[in-house]
Structures are given as structure tokens and as C-alpha cells.
């Protein structure tokens, strides 16, 4: 679903991706990781056709991210970090947006909706203004809007950032059954170890640039040692970055995450 390689990007003296060959197979469920910094959301804007590489290639969904960029936009479905969501409207009124911009046929803007209000659990609050809604209600419903043209594969950065553990464990729930409902290939960033624990079916860890692992959970911690957490792979790849970089990355995160959800 995903292939990339030697992709990199440059801001002017600074490599943020550096010579990244990743391979993510049709129907997984992939965790990126890595320190504030280590490149991941410029990763993500190159695979979604939002930032040109300055180097190497990458095919999304069958499609080059260069030359096929409107046909690659066409096949995925997008969450920012930043809220997307308009307040101002109701979840009904975001989702009927949605099925415009993806133009979903008029018969079947509808269906398509209800399905996506009931697998998201939004069906009672459909008719509210989405500036009442909680932040977990919020990234739900914004997942929903980007799989509403039902995408062969998801792309989030950092989906559940600032939010509570039940709301978290909610979105979960909602990422696991859009890949069994449809078969969705879902690629997300974190900072959560235990999101990718819960989630993911393998991960790639990112720093400075590099990709420097990528194996299933279990495989980077036996790497380590019997009692080995994924805490302790991060550690190993960022090294002495954690305890600067990490935990101002999760505070800032958190913080910006509080700040758009009110
Ligand atoms: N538009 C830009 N111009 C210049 N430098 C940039 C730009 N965007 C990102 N960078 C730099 O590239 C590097 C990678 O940033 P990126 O946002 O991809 O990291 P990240 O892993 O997503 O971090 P975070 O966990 O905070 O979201 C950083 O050093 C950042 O300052």
C-alpha cells in the first residue's frame, strides 16, 4: 500500500527525512515513532501528496506521490494533527462537506453518512454543533469525514493526542473496526507506546531523519531482551534525545491538543 525509497525531504541545510525505505502491506495497521522532530509529519505530508520529496520516490495506494499526486489523494483518507473539523457545523452538516469534496455520487451521500455516523458512534449527536462535542467525539467524527469515500488507506498523525483513556480506547475501537469493515490499511503517528502495543501490527522508529527499525512489537522488544517494554526500544533508538526532546514533544503535544479542543 505503501512504498518508498531513498524518499527525503530538505528545509534548506537540514535533512528531516533522510533516505527512508518503508514498506507498509495492504490491510496493516503501522505506528511511526520517533522524538519531537525525528521527521514524522514531514514523512506524512510527503506520502499524502502535501510536501514534494527533494529526493527518492514513494507510491501510495499504487501511485506515485509526484506524478499521480490528485490519483494518490483520490485513495487515502487524511486526519491532521490539527483539528479539521468545523465547530460551527453539525456532525451531519461536516460529514455532507466531506461527501461533496470526495464527490461521492448524490445517491449515495446518505448511506454512506449513516454508516459512518453509526460505525462512529455519532448517530444520536449527528444534529449538534461539533463545538460541543468532546475531543474524542471530535476525532471520531473527523475520522469518519476522512473515510467517508471509503480509502484503501488511513493516514493520521497522532490521532489521540490530549485525549482521556476511555476516549482514546473509543478511537481505538473505531480504527479496528474500519479495517475489518473494509479492509482499511491505516498508517498512524504517536508518541503512545501503549497505542502501539493496543494497535499496531508492526512499527517503524524514526530519528533524525533515519528509520532506523521497523519490525512487529514483539520483534523490536525481544531485540532487546525478555522483559523489554517499547519504551525501552524508544530509548535505545532516541538515546539521550528522550529525556530533553520526549518529554517537551508530549507536553507541547498535549498542550497544542487542549488548546483545539477547548
Ligand atoms: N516547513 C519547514 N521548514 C523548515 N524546517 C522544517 C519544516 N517542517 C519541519 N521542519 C523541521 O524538520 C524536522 C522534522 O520535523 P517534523 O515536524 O517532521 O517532526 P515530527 O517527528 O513530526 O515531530 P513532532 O513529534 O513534534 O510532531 C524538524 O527539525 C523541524 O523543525
Redesign the pocket.
Known amino acids: 500500500m505503501i512504498e518508498t525509497e531513498g524518499l527525503s ?1 530538505r ?2 541545510e ?1 535533512l ?2 533522510d533516505d527512508v525505505s518503508l514498506v507498509v502491506r495492504s490491510g496493516e495497521i503501522f505506528g ?1 515513532i ?12 510527503m506520502l499524502t501528496t502535501l ?1 514534494p520529496p527533494t529526493a527518492g520516490v514513494a507510491r501510495v495506494a499504487g501511485f506515485d506521490v509526484v506524478r499521480q499526486a490528485s490519483l494518490v489523494r483520490r485513495h487515502i483518507g487524511y486526519v491532521p ?1 490539527l483539528l479539521s473539523a468545523d465547530g460551527a457545523l453539525t456532525g451531519y452538516e461536516n460529514l455532507l462537506l466531506s461527501a461533496r469534496l470526495y464527490l461521492i455520487p448524490r445517491a449515495e451521500r446518505e448511506s454512506h453518512i449513516a454508516e459512518a455516523l453509526e460505525r462512529t458512534g455519532l448517530t444520536e449527536a449527528a444534529h449538534r454543533l461539533a463545538q460541543t462535542y468532546s475531543g474524542g467525539m471530535l476525532r471520531r467524527l473527523e475520522i469518519a469525514q476522512s473515510t467517508l469515500h471509503r480509502p484503501e488507506l488511513l493516514i493520521m ?2 490521532p489521540t493526542v490530549g485525549l482521556d483513556p476511555v476516549a482514546r480506547t473509543g478511537v481505538w475501537e473505531h480504527v479496528r473496526k474500519l479495517r475489518e469493515s473494509f479492509g482499511t490499511t491505516i498508517l498512524l ?1 504517536t ?1 503512545l507506546m501503549e497505542e502501539v502495543d493496543a494497535l499496531c501490527d508492526r512499527l517503524g522508529v ?1 530519528h533524525r ?1 533515519r528509520l532506523e527499525e521497523v519490525g512487529t512489537p514483539e520483534e523490536l522488544k525481544a531485540e532487546i531482551g525478555p522483559e523489554a517494554t517499547l519504551d525501552d526500544v524508544f530509548a535505545r533508538v532516541a538515546g539521550g534525545d528522550i529525556e530533553t526532546i520526549g518529554r517537551y ?1 508530549d507536553t ?2 498535549t498542550r497544542r491538543s487542549a488548546i483545539e479542543h477547548g
Not at 34 to 45: D, E, H, Q, R
Open positions: 525531504r528545509f534548506g537540514h528531516a527525512v511511526l520517533g522524538p519531537n522532530g525525528a521527521g514524522k509529519s514531514t514523512l506524512i505530508k510536501l494533527q498523525d497522532e503517528t508518541h524514526l531523519g514533544a507541547r503535544a
